[in-house]
């Protein structure tokens, strides 16, 4: 008889959900960019640069499908060990931006004969991805959420939301909610917050962009406390 566990089918599918993501799937990824890195520092084929550079860019231009370590992780990995936390894709997104940018330096850099500088940046990049794909520290992701925030995306900088835009109560103090159905911390906040005195109103990115973008809302989750006109009194998450 065979011990085979079945796993549960993921939530997320990996190619059509895009906008979210499984957590384990970009430390793959990352674990895989790192240990290219290092060996053309070790080895001084500066020509890995340029290819890492490139898969990078062309899973960012064509999708996942295209990504091959994505592909492993989603064909090979995940039906083993199961989907991870799902989380908003974007900060990946921008870190993988990122670590193409510095390997095509790299490249460019190594290609021009400045052998020094194409291995310190390769050197960098093998420390930032190995690091986040070790620890789940990802430099870019927080790059990306400083960059939200400098935008005007932290506390008290959204002043008031429209209550009856946003399909809630207008009059009634309440916390306003930008969800996403497939992300794994959403659902935990929603849960504490369902569980306050003030009633809970959910906003879907995936349905309302546009309101997302009204209201800067870079990472999902993010819950603001409004009172009943609409003036935000705090930002939860």
């Not at 959420?145 to 935008?151: D, E, I, M, Q, V």
Request: charge should be positive; hydrophobic fraction near 50%; glycine fraction near 10%.
């Amino acid at each position: 008889m065979s011990s085979t566990t079945l796993r549960p089918r993921p939530t997320a599918d990996p190619y059509a959900d895009t906008d979210v993501v499984d957590a384990r799937a970009p430390r793959f990824l990352q674990a895989t960019v790192g240990t290219g890195a290092v060996l053309a520092v070790a080895t001084g084929w500066w020509w890995l640069y340029g290819l890492l550079a490139l898969q990078l860019i062309v899973g960012l231009l064509f999708g996942r499908r295209w990504c091959l370590p994505c592909v492993a992780y989603f064909r090979f990995v995940q039906p083993r060990v199961g989907e991870g936390r799902v989380e908003d894709a974007r900060p990946v997104r921008f870190a993988n931006l990122v670590g193409a940018t510095v390997l095509t330096l790299a490249f460019a850099t190594s290609l021009a004969g400045l052998t020094g500088a194409g291995r310190a940046l390769g050197a960098l990049v093998a420390l930032l991805a190995l690091t986040a794909a070790t620890t789940g520290l990802c430099a870019g992701c927080e790059l990306y959420k400083l960059g939200a925030r400098l935008r005007g995306v932290r506390p008290g900088a959204v002043g008031a939301l429209d209550l009856a835009a946003l399909g809630a109560a207008p009059g009634r103090p309440a916390v306003v909610q930008f969800t996403h159905p497939l992300c794994s911390d959403c659902h935990e906040l929603e849960a504490r917050l369902a569980a306050g005195p003030p009633p809970l109103h959910t906003v879907d990115v995936s349905r309302r962009p546009d309101l997302a973008r009204r209201y800067h809302v870079a990472v999902v989750p993010a819950a603001f406390r409004v009172a009943g006109d609409g003036t935000v009194l705090e930002r939860l998450a």
